[in-house]
């Protein structure tokens, strides 16, 4: 099924709703003692090529399940609606010719940074889609090794392509991953919670080198503040229902708005207003 | 004289700069312990030869010398005592005879010769094991294992075990730092209870994991496969010609032995 697009629409979701499968119950695996629960109602927004949004909303609002979504990484059965990448509807026969577009960046690096090498974590994507494509670029040692310094330069780390991740810094880790999806140049990238756990200084170097991609980049966090720095444009989801879809300044200073979908202010104007 | 000095002083310097990777280390130590195991009983001048050999591999390994040594006898005490029965157990020449009430013990001639030919080669399999591992370190050694062709999908799994078992020792301090936080009173029975629950806490918390990490390695295009790339195969002449050499010498040991030239 082909969409009739925009030029510039890089994503669109159509009335998308998810629910979990949980158990009322522990131990009862009957029919009755299974509910849905749903995680996301409804939800309808378009995303342009370039464009940076940033999705907020309070713990459990849906934000991860809603990029879990749209990168395809999650039970599709309990998924009604439709979503859309670069025209093409993403389901099963589209699935993995569309995730060559998209880098998913998780909340814990631990989760992504799997190999015993940053070079290995790094050149992964990479091999992968190479080979996938029987690029015979992708079993070129020197095309790999030189992807995989550029990528790493990219997030301003170098010569650590031998390091073990478990041995590098949360920050460093944070780093590394972002240059996990970087090294096969996807159009979209998802970041899951991008500044969780970072000192300032890292934070602060981390949102501006995001602001710099010049890609399209959706992120999920419940820091306001990286929300207000990074994108002009933000999504606030509460309890799985979109609430607000328009400009970041705007929402980000409106106090009672914000507490109303259980947010605050961010902190650089909580003193401020108060 | 002075040409004599000059080709020392290079094979000191290439000695100094070569750097012999991991697949060939592997090929080396894997040869020599099969060629070791293959000795048969009571050839103890082969057995020598090997243990000359085993020392010079742990030099040209660069291994630090004093290290494979603790490491080796420590790790020689568990095929010693698994062995100590062996003399007893054999059929031979009866060489001793004890008579304790209801007990006939006898050690045989080829009891001891089995024993002590089982220590040896333990010792030397150690000894060798322990140059190769001390001399590389971990990822250079799953990274030999790709090169010598073990299955991609057994070395992956190796490589994920080995990078989450940081990870799980991570997790584990944490949760017992909690436990002790919150035991008041010095109690082994609570602490050891506690811990059975941690055990099972790290067990949900490693699926969790497993997920996510197979949901990472999707969203980069995963199929199933696992495709590598080697790297850092530098010197590749050298170090061919050393496995060149070393299976020379081995063949050459095994002549030894066949033909019964020391016997």
């Known amino acids: ?274 | 004289m002075g040409r004599t000095a000059s080709i020392l002083e290079k094979i000191v310097k290439t000695y100094g700069t070569f750097n012999i990777n991991a697949r060939v280390k592997l090929i080396i130590t894997l040869t020599t312990l099969f060629f070791l195991v293959s000795t048969s009983n009571g050839n103890y001048y082969v057995l020598l030869l090997y243990f000359i050999l085993g020392i010079l591999i742990s030099i040209i390994f660069k291994a630090n010398f004093l290290f494979v040594v603790k490491r080796t006898f420590l790790l020689f005490l568990f095929p010693f005592f698994i062995s100590i029965f062996i003399p007893f157990t054999n059929k031979g020449n009866i060489l001793l005879k004890f008579n304790i009430s209801f007990l006939n013990i006898t050690i045989t001639d080829n009891g001891i010769t089995i024993f002590l030919t089982v220590l040896l080669k333990s010792f030397i399999s150690i000894m060798l094991l322990s140059s190769m591992v001390i001399s590389t370190s971990d990822a250079e050694l799953l990274n030999g294992l790709r090169k010598i062709h073990v299955p991609s999908v057994i070395v992956t799994i190796i490589f994920i075990m080995y990078r989450y078992f940081f990870v799980i020792k991570e997790e584990s301090h944490k949760g017992q730092l909690a436990i002790k936080s919150r035991i008041f009173k010095k109690s082994y029975k609570t602490l050891n209870k506690r811990l059975a629950f941690l055990a099972g806490n790290l067990l949900i918390k490693s699926f969790d994991r497993a997920e996510n990490i197979y949901k990472s390695m999707e969203s980069r295009g995963f199929d199933g496969n696992f495709y590598f790339i080697e790297r850092n195969d530098n010197s590749k002449k050298l170090n061919w010609a050393l496995i060149i050499c070393f299976i020379l010498i081995l063949i050459s040991i095994k002549i030894i032995e066949f033909l019964k030239i020391l016997a």
Do not use: C, W
């Not at chain 1, 629910?19 to 119950?25: G, I, L, P, V």
């Open chain 1, 1 to 274: 099924m082909e969409v009739k697009v925009n030029n510039d629409i890089i994503i669109e979701v159509r009335n998308l709703s998810y629910a979990y499968k949980t158990s009322k119950r522990i131990n009862d695996k009957t029919d009755a003692a299974v509910e849905f629960k749903e995680a996301l109602k409804d939800i309808n927004f378009t995303v342009a090529k370039g464009e940076k949004v940033s999705i907020i909303g309070p713990n459990g609002a849906g934000k991860s399940t809603l990029l879990l979504n749209l990168a395809g990484l999650i039970e599709h059965n309990n998924r009604n609606g439709e979503i859309f990448i670069l025209g093409k509807i993403l389901n099963d026969k589209n699935l993995y010719d569309l995730r060559e577009n998209i880098g998913f960046v998780f909340q814990d690096p631990n989760d992504q940074l799997f190999s015993v090498s940053v070079f290995d974590d790094v050149a992964f994507g990479l091999i992968n889609f190479l080979n996938k494509k029987k690029d015979p670029r992708g079993q070129n040692k020197e095309f790999i090794r030189n992807k995989v310094v550029e990528s790493l330069s990219m997030v301003n780390l170098s010569g650590i392509e031998n390091d073990m991740p478990h041995f590098l810094s949360f920050g460093e880790k944070k780093l590394v991953a972002l240059a996990t999806v970087l090294s096969y140049n996807p159009e979209i990238l998802f970041l899951d919670e991008p500044s969780s756990n970072l000192d300032p200084k890292n934070r602060k170097d981390f949102i501006k080198l995001i602001k710099g991609l010049e890609k399209t980049i959706i992120i999920a966090t419940h820091d306001l503040d990286l929300a207000y720095e990074f994108s002009n444009r933000t999504i606030v989801l509460n309890k799985g229902q979109i609430v607000f879809d328009g400009n970041s300044k705007s929402v980000l200073q409106d106090k009672d708005f914000l507490k109303s979908n259980n947010l605050d202010l961010p902190l650089m104007f909580n003193n401020l207003i108060e």
